[in-house]
């Protein structure tokens, strides 16, 4: 119901964008996020964005990270600029219909995760 994809390997100061191609029943009126899991480290909120737009982002990706929705694609982007290795890692897209699941981390659906490895 969730399908990410666009990761890959960047080197540092590179760009990488993110796409998540949602289910409708799902995706209408959800808040969608994306999330981010290194090795032996709890996944973590990266960026949120609401149906109407409003957005949320981590304090290490703002300035350097766009989370975007096109409603009408039931798609959910993220574009990365200014990469860092520190970015690396398994980036999950997730929706639910309340924000606030979003931002817990416990939203009701996960899409796939897509490697994404910063490194020269």
């Known amino acids: 119901q969730l399908q990410a994809s666009g990761g890959g390997l960047v080197q540092p100061g590179g760009s990488l964008k993110l796409s998540c191609a949602a289910s409708?029943?799902?995706?209408?009126?959800?808040?969608m996020g994306w999330y981010r899991q290194t090795p032996g480290e709890q996944r973590e909120l990266v960026a949120a964005?609401?149906?109407?737009?409003?957005?949320h982002y981590a304090d290490s990706v703002k300035g350097r990270f766009t989370i975007s929705r096109d409603n009408a694609k039931n798609t959910v982007y993220l574009q990365m600029n200014s990469l860092k290795p520190e970015d690396t890692g398994v980036y999950y897209c997730?929706?639910?219909?309340?924000?606030?699941?979003?931002?817990?981390?416990?939203?009701?659906?996960w899409g796939q995760g897509t490697l994404v490895t910063v490194s020269s």
């Open positions: 964005i609401l149906r109407g737009g409003g957005t």
């Open positions: 997730a929706t639910d219909q309340v924000l606030h699941k979003i931002v817990v981390v416990t939203p009701q659906y």
């Open positions: 409708g029943e799902i995706f209408d009126g959800a808040a």
